[in-house]
């Protein structure tokens, strides 16, 4: 049952008047998903000096919030006496988002998606680790990012574990224009997807090359010549009958008598 519609029956706190020259904030929403402590840091930083009023602070904290979050506060506002009181219920009752958040293994787990560049990957990736706690530093960024790249992408920008985000990213496009214009050639594995979109061919007769960035005209990858089978000696161009073991005779030869001592000859 609903209670009554007057003004002090809607209000929180009826006699609490904005301050002079008051400015409403534009706040940002919480709809009950992500870290709700930064959520609360972030509304009192944007209400600022005004925010000092108590319940003046209770009182503007619905417009923080929205969607689920805006509902329970509705249905549970009676009760918000004090801003401690409301933080502790505001904290149990969504508490489920801070253990949820990303972690380190929600980060290795992640993977590019087919309809995104590599950029708008790159910088959704980071947004995640930026909501990892403890807090990642630009080495570990990087070396839990690289495995999360496909084998060729990897190989092709390991060199940039060192260097920073900002670098990977001008490294992989300019990778892309290359080969994009032909200058560079992308080999993938069969067994793998391909980075750039182009279907990967089975190899029949050539050997399977390593998954890496060839330069067309300076290819570092060596290639062992085929192997010549070797031919059978032709045993019948000779009159001679096939070694039914397999195994060739050798041809006999035969020498013609002199007529005279071999010390004469000489």
């Known amino acids: 049952m609903y209670r009554g519609t007057s003004y002090s029956d809607l209000s929180l706190f009826p006699d609490v008047q904005l301050p002079l020259k008051f400015k409403m904030p534009e706040f940002t929403k919480y709809n009950g998903t992500g870290c709700l402590y930064i959520h609360l840091k972030i509304y009192c930083g944007e209400l600022g000096r005004p ?56 980060l290795r787990r992640m993977s590019r998606k087919s309809s995104e560049s590599f950029r708008e990957y790159a910088q959704r990736w980071r947004e995640t680790a930026a909501q990892v706690t403890p807090a990642m530093d630009e080495r570990e960024m990087m070396n839990s990012f690289l495995p999360t790249l496909s084998p060729f992408q990897f190989t092709a ?27 560079i050639k992308a080999l993938e594995d069969p067994s793998t997807s391909n980075a750039y979109g182009r279907s990967s061919q089975s190899r029949s007769d050539e050997e399977e090359l390593p998954v890496s960035a060839v330069i067309l005209g300076q290819s570092s ?16 161009a000779l009159g001679l009958a096939p070694d039914p073991s397999g195994v060739e005779q050798k041809r006999k030869r035969v020498f013609t008598p002199l007529r005279y001592s071999l010390n004469r000859g000489l």
């Open 51 to 106: 925010g000092q009023n108590e319940r003046l602070r209770i009182q503007l904290f619905q417009r923080s919030v929205t969607g689920p979050a805006l509902t329970w506060f509705i249905k549970n506002s009676t009760q918000f006496k004090t801003w401690d009181f409301l933080t502790s219920l505001f904290l149990d009752q969504y508490k489920f988002s801070t253990e949820a958040a990303p972690d380190r293994l929600t």
């Open 157 to 183: 920008l390991f060199s940039c574990v060192d260097r920073s985000f900002s670098d990977l990213i001008r490294k992989e496009e300019m990778l892309e224009e290359g080969i994009r214009l032909g200058r």
């Open 221 to 236: 990858v060596s290639r062992r010549p085929p192997k010549q089978k070797s031919r059978p000696f032709p045993t019948q």
